[in-house]
């Protein structure tokens, strides 16, 4: 590295400007040199010089560093850890609703050709293993083989299965429409009075099959387990709770009618039942429990997402049981 130096003359200045230049010793150059650099000074000086208006200039190469160079050698820079952030979820981002959706997605299709095995799917398994809620009610639910497929196959109900899905089913919308109006959970307050309620619609029906001297059954332990474990997921966790809420009413309007129908035309020459009427727009009733609940789920933490889409899972699986009474 070259360094440059200014050095005033040794002699002062003669009369008429010029100046008296004598060649100077080591000691004097020493005594005026000033460095650019003010650090250190150089090893090595030029014996080539210039004088400039009367200033002696000077060139000098040190072969050492400057000190901060130096210190830069020896104390590196400290480089901050790259922060990683996780994959997000399926629907992650549009709420804890659309997240349940895939969860559907994925159980509806896992017996066709395509089969949802990404790491969301596996992060809930490894969460499976550590999560004690609602293990009380897993070992009434059977496994995937249990579901009802009614969109492929050949399956004939019958109308005593159709009176036992519709009693178990009001048992069911019965137990959560009097959980979340009786219950002291500000989070249940939300969801009263949605305008999606069945249990009323259920009664009317079920009297009618009276009136047509159609036997009405009891409940059956697909409805009578599915509703013991929502009073007691209800009262361990209201996230968990509303999970089941929300996929009980979605699994009805999206395949509930499909089956209605279905039924309707082939045992009850094309009756329409209460159950699947409602005095509003139904898509605008259950867009309207989405938000609430995804404006609730914003404040949860990942761990009890984890948990709402594995009871996503069981709800779905308790809902199929049911389902399957039509054709038993």
């Not at 095995?117 to 009434?140: F, I, P």
Request: charged share 30%; net charge neutral; with cysteine.
């Amino acid at each position: 590295m070259w360094w440059l130096s200014v050095t005033p003359p040794s002699t002062p200045l003669c009369r008429g400007g010029a100046s008296a230049i004598e060649k100077p010793s080591v000691s004097g150059l020493s005594a005026h040199t000033a460095f650019l650099s003010r650090k250190e000074k150089p090893r090595f000086l030029n014996v080539n010089k210039k004088t400039v208006n009367g200033l002696r200039i000077s060139c000098s190469a040190d072969a050492s560093p400057p000190l901060q160079e130096a210190a830069n050698v020896l104390n590196p820079p400290v480089l901050k850890k790259r922060k990683r952030y996780r994959k997000e979820y399926p629907g992650e981002s549009q709420g804890i609703t659309e997240e349940m959706r895939f969860v559907a997605m994925r159980l509806r299709n896992i017996k066709g050709k395509y089969v949802d095995k990404n790491r969301n799917s596996e992060d809930l398994d490894a969460h499976s293993d550590s999560d004690n809620d609602g293990e009380s009610g897993e070992s009434d639910v059977k496994s995937e083989d249990s579901e009802v497929n009614v969109d492929g196959g050949t399956w004939e109900p019958s109308a005593e299965g159709f009176m036992k899905y519709l009693v178990d089913s009001k048992l069911v919308f019965s137990t959560i429409e009097r959980i979340v109006d009786v219950s002291d959970d500000v989070s249940y307050c939300y969801f009263r009075n949605t305008g999606l309620e069945r249990s009323e619609s259920l009664s009317r029906d079920l009297v009618w099959f009276s009136q047509q001297e159609i036997a009405i059954p009891e409940p059956s332990n697909p409805g009578l387990n599915y509703s013991k474990y929502l009073e007691e997921l209800a009262e361990r966790s209201a996230p968990l709770f509303l999970s089941h809420f929300y996929n009980i009413y979605f699994s009805h309007i999206a395949g509930g009618r499909v089956i209605a129908r279905q039924v309707s035309e082939k045992i009850f020459d094309g009756k329409e039942l209460e159950f699947y009427r409602w005095e509003r727009n139904v898509e605008e009733l259950l867009k309207d429990v989405r938000q609430k609940l995804n404006t609730l789920g914003e404040h949860w933490s990942r761990d009890d997402k984890n948990r709402c889409l594995k009871e996503a899972t069981k709800s779905f699986r308790y809902m199929g049981q049911i389902v399957r009474l039509i054709i038993l």
